[in-house]
């Protein structure tokens, strides 16, 4: 059965730093990618960052030179470096890791979820 832990998050001042971090077990299948996605209230979920089996990354734009993604292959662990976090970064971040059935063809799963509250 697939687990995956998610830590790190809390309430931290704009223009802090947090780092989020993830980790996963019981995977079948070769991990095709592990990612962040956000949900604020009255919003959908969104991706925030990804990295790839080969270490591309993906982010979205309203992060992009202030959140860093990075991995731990050997530890099946995912990372998300937040710095000069703002208000509008207030959400519920889940962790997200996809994994290669066959080819063309991925299962996911998610992360519980964790808060992150920006706010002086």
């Known amino acids: 059965q697939v687990q995956l832990v998610e830590s790190g998050g809390g309430l931290v001042q704009p223009g802090g730093s947090l780092r989020l971090s993830c980790a996963a077990s019981?995977?079948?299948?070769?991990?095709?990618?592990m990612g962040w996605y956000r949900q604020a209230p009255g919003k959908q979920r969104e991706l925030v960052a990804a990295?790839?089996?080969?270490?591309?990354?993906t982010y979205a734009d309203s992060v992009k030179g202030r959140f860093t993604i990075s991995r731990d292959s050997a530890k099946n662990t995912v990372y998300l470096q937040m710095n000069n976090l703002k208000p509008e970064d207030t959400a519920v971040y889940y962790c997200?890791?996809?994994?290669?059935?066959?080819?063309?063809?991925?299962?996911?799963?998610w992360g519980q979820g964790t808060q992150l509250t920006v706010s002086s």
């Open positions: 997200n890791v996809k994994w290669s059935v066959v080819a063309g063809l991925q299962t996911e799963n």
């Open positions: 990295i790839m089996s080969g270490d591309s990354t």
């Open positions: 019981g995977g079948k299948f070769p991990m095709y990618a």
